[in-house]
């Protein structure tokens, strides 16, 4: 079992930055790829990035690309999500998942283990 715990989120103005932390508990996450996804009321959960096992590949949504910057850090069995230029459309619960595979994925489904999430709010 793994468990995982977001924090970081909150209120920040359009055009802040915010730094989510993912961190693991339980079995060791350093073989698992990693991702964030984000839920915007009445909408459906969407893929925002994913991380390998390594940290050496990477994937984002077309949506957060060159705003948003995924790492890891195997040692602490942490991964980020810093998140810059936001806007009001970022507004959501980010979630971080655990996938039991070492490649990236874009798919909810592709995770087996998920946090509770962290509110992010943008205000314009």
């Known amino acids: 079992q793994v468990q995982l715990v977001e924090s970081g989120g909150g209120l920040v103005q359009s055009g802040g930055s915010l730094r989510l932390s993912c961190a693991a508990s339980?079995?060791?996450?350093?073989?698992?790829?990693m991702g964030w996804f984000r839920q915007a009321p009445g909408k459906e959960r969407e893929f925002v990035v994913s991380i390998n096992w390594s940290g050496d590949s990477t994937v984002y949504a077309d949506s957060v690309k060159g705003r948003f910057a995924i790492s890891r850090d195997n040692a602490k069995k942490t991964v980020y999500l810093q998140m810059n230029s936001l806007q009001p459309e970022d507004t959501a619960v980010y979630y971080c998942?655990?996938?039991?595979?070492?490649?990236?994925?874009?798919?909810?489904?592709?995770?087996?283990?998920w946090g509770q999430g962290t509110q992010v709010t943008v205000s314009s």
């Open positions: 339980g079995r060791t996450i350093s073989t698992y790829a």
């Open positions: 998942a655990a996938r039991l595979f070492p490649t990236v994925s874009t798919q909810v489904i592709g995770f087996k283990y």
